[in-house]
């Protein structure tokens, strides 16, 4: 074949195309709303053609507690069907939850690979509300995980953890941060409150543990950037704190911004989107030294890690904010793209021949 005639086929070669399948999405605000979002954006970029599977096209009903988050009523019927359509090269699956298990029963009975990651500590956040053993839902986990070709998790820690749970076929996949919306800049909120201005962003539920940022024996002013179940009864008890409720956009990069320190409280999360988000803004971060945390904040000028954030939040707040600037520019969505695009697994058989 001449150059020309390669050059040619080339230039028509169709795009693969990828299904991502979560039941986390839109109106939810979350850490993987924004990363399934932030990482199809940069998977177009570099050629992909990319679908989502969500559980917008079924009836929903929300979760006791966290109405915003809502259980699809999907069968595997009309899963199956939505599947077809996208005819897709690569399936990820990301969560756990209805579509999630339809989806992955769809591609056993085909024979189907797929790839899946892990988001969410559910086993936590369940047994903080109903008396279930972390390890019957740690069981479950593990049998919804162990048919996928690989399990993608976001920290080094995380993997070390489950690895030791019994799961199997690990790989990371990091995250990233906007750096156009999340940059340094002047300060220009807070300037009616007493300083030192210490944020939380987030949701405000027992497994973000914002009772312990509100409780802190430190001098200055308590900002929450968030909504939740807990919300009201923490403004009842947390009278002098400003709760804001949720911000998004160029108005969050701005309350970033004016922060002095954000107060990152969580024992749970695997991640933690804020974190870089505040890097990125150049403001320090305190936390707990565990999972998530204890990877992002790897470098000890741009924040500081202590159980008890009473002794971290001091540490954080004489940090130099050009230093979590330097250090949260390490995160990106392109990096954090072409590690999901290198894991993905193509369908073995090909679905539009089997459809």
Known sequence: MSPSHIALAASVAPRRRVLIVTDAWRPQINGVVRTLESVGRELSRNGLDV??????????????????????????????????????????????????????????DRGFAFTSSFHTRFPEYVAMRVPV??????????????????????????????????????????????????????????????????????????????????????????????????????QRLYPEAVFLGYRHGDELGALYRSADVLVFPSRTDTFGNVI??????????????????????SDATAGALDMDLNLAVPRALNLRREDARRHGERFTWAASARQLQAALEPLRPRLAASA
Do not use: M
Request: hydrophobic residues 40%.
């Open 276 to 297: 870089t988000e505040a890097l990125a803004s150049g403001t320090p971060v305190a936390a707990l030294p565990v999972t998530g945390p204890l990877d992002v904040l």
């Open 133 to 234: 053993p972390q390890e019957w839902s740690y069981g479950y986990l593990r049998w919804f995980h162990g048919a996928a070709a690989r399990t993608l998790v976001p920290t080094p820690s995380l993997r070390a953890d489950l690895t030791a749970r019994g799961f199997g076929r690990l790989e990371l996949w990091s995250r990233g941060v906007d750096g156009e919306r999340f940059h340094p800049g002047p300060k220009t909120c807070f300037a009616d409150l007493p300083g030192p201005h210490l944020l939380y962003v987030g949701r405000v539920a027992a497994e973000k543990n914002v009772e312990a940022f509100l409780a802190l024996r430190v001098p200055g002013s308590k900002i929450v950037v968030g909504d939740g179940p807990d919300c009201a009864r923490l």
């Open 51 to 108: 679908h989502y599977l969500t559980p917008e096209p079924f009836w929903t009903l929300p979760v006791p507690s966290y109405p915003e988050v809502r259980i699809s009523l999907a069968t595997l019927g009309s899963v199956g069907r939505l599947i077809a359509q996208a005819d897709p090269d690569h399936i990820h699956i990301a969560t756990e939850g209805p579509l999630g298990l339809l989806a992955r029963q769809y591609c056993l």
